[in-house]
C-alpha cells in the first residue's frame, strides 16, 4: 500500500506561481512513476506531469509545458510540482499518483488539491 498526500494549493492570480507537494509513504514499487494529474469541473481527468524516480526522467503535457516543473526529493519521499505562469485554465482539483514503471495504469491516488486561478 502507498499513502499519498498532496498540498499546496490555493488561489493565486493569472500570471502567478504555486508549488504542490505530494508526500509519499509505505510501500513502493522498485521501479515507478510519480505523475500528477487534474480534473476540471465537468471534465475528464488529465495527465499534467510525471517523473521517473529513479533516473529523473520527466515528462509533460503541452499545455503545460515550459511553465510547470516536476521534481522529486529522495530523502523525503515527496514530489513536486511547480507551476508558473498560471493561466485561469489551469483552475482544477491537482492528484498526485504513483504507478509501477513496468505497467500503464497509475494504482495509487492522492486525495487531491485545489487549485484557483482568477482572472
Known amino acids: 500500500q502507498v499513502q499519498l498526500v498532496e498540498s499546496g494549493g490555493g488561489l493565486v492570480q493569472a500570471g502567478g506561481s504555486l508549488r504542490l507537494s505530494c508526500a509519499a509513504s509505505?510501500?513502493?514499487?522498485?521501479?515507478?512513476?510519480m505523475g500528477w494529474f487534474r480534473q476540471a469541473p465537468g471534465k475528464e481527468r488529465e495527465f499534467v506531469a510525471s517523473?521517473?524516480?529513479?533516473?529523473?526522467?520527466?515528462y509533460y503535457a503541452h499545455s503545460v509545458k515550459g511553465r510547470f516543473t516536476i521534481s522529486r526529493d529522495n530523502v523525503n519521499h515527496t514530489v513536486y510540482l511547480q507551476m508558473n505562469s498560471l493561466k485561469p485554465e489551469d483552475t482544477a482539483v491537482y492528484y498526485c499518483?504513483?504507478?509501477?514503471?513496468?505497467?500503464?495504469?497509475?494504482?495509487?491516488w492522492g486525495q487531491g488539491t485545489q487549485v484557483t486561478v482568477s482572472s
Open positions: 499518483a504513483v504507478r509501477d514503471s513496468r505497467r500503464s495504469t497509475y494504482d495509487y
Open positions: 509505505g510501500r513502493t514499487y522498485s521501479s515507478y512513476f
Open positions: 517523473i521517473m524516480w529513479s533516473g529523473g526522467s520527466t
